[in-house]
């Protein structure tokens, strides 16, 4: 399996770890802007060390009840650290956003993949990625960032978040985008849930039949704070187990803020796919 970028290929023969970029003041000391695009290299660098392959560059915070940012404002953060990133570091960068504007200008600034939580449903996100011909994750999101989470509701949470994934990328298909530049990501925790994050985690197999590359985001998720009484910061054991049990069920690309364990997470369970696979 691979993944088509605008000028090359990425190798999903082995699974990935893309590691999570956050460019937003308050994720970095506040010494202006040439020292956030300074900490935010120095974080990509050492993502790389520990074993990233992608890193996702990311100006607004989609958590739910965060401040809304600016188009201009989310612009101005990503793309000089993606143009810094794509000069000094051999990676492919993608641009966590759902707005066209700063799609542009990040695939301008050297991004190589669109991640979006709301698969491309702003009016003219297509047309930006397929213009540079860039390749998209397309994420499942139900409801919008503020209010996805009051009591999301699903007959068969599976087969509805599959069906949109599918539509999602015949849309993106028929407006001019590779068929092998699609990922597709069932979006934990984006309008769903314990019950439903658990079923699809479980069931994450079933994806494959769509025919794409699948990514799937765990790290430091609030399921693992309700479903185990962890704060933030002590969630990398399930994030872990999660990951693992994504790998083993044909995910190829795991997005995650702690990039050593997970890159070793996912080492290990692909070791055992492929013995899986071994003829005795
Ligand atoms: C995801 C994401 C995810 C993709 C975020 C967080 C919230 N993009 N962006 N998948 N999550 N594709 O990291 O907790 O799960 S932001």
């Not at 003041?25 to 290299?41: H, K, T």
């Not at 985008?177 to 658990?198: M, Q, R, V």
């Not at 364990?261 to 796919?273: G, S, Y």
């Amino acid at each position: 399996m691979i993944l088509q970028l605008p000028n090359r290929t990425l190798d999903l023969g082995e699974p990935l770890v893309m590691g999570v970029l956050n460019v937003t003041p308050d994720s970095f000391s506040d010494g202006g802007r040439y020292a956030g695009v300074e900490a935010a290299f120095g974080r990509a660098r050492a993502m790389l060390a520990e074993g990233a392959v992608i890193i996702d560059v990311g100006g607004e915070s989609t958590r739910p009840g965060a401040a809304p940012v600016s188009e201009q404002e989310e612009l101005e953060r990503v793309a000089p650290v993606i143009e810094r990133i794509r000069r000094e570091l051999d990676c492919v960068v993608s641009v966590d956003t759902m707005k066209p504007a700063v799609m542009d200008a990040a695939c301008a600034a050297g991004a190589e993949l669109i991640n979006d939580v709301y698969a491309l449903r702003a009016p003219g996100a297509i047309e930006v990625a397929s213009r540079h011909r860039a390749a998209v994750c397309l994420m499942h999101m139900l409801g919008q960032p503020r209010d996805m989470q009051q009591d999301p509701q699903y007959r068969d949470v599976v087969g509805e978040v599959s069906d949109f994934l599918a539509q999602r990328a015949r849309a993106c298909e028929a407006g001019g985008i590779a068929p092998d530049s699609i990922l597709l990501d069932p979006g934990i925790g984006f309008g769903k849930t314990d019950a439903h994050n658990l079923r699809l985690i479980a069931r994450l197999d079933a994806f494959a039949a769509l025919g794409k590359p699948l990514l799937i985001g765990v790290s430091r998720k609030s399921m693992f704070g309700r479903l185990l009484g962890l704060p933030v910061d002590a969630r990398l054991h399930p994030a872990l187990a999660t990951a693992a049990v994504a790998v083993w069920q044909g995910a190829r690309i795991v997005r995650a803020h702690d990039v050593a364990a997970t890159a070793e997470a996912v080492k290990m369970t692909n070791k055992i796919l492929m013995a899986r696979a071994e003829q005795d």
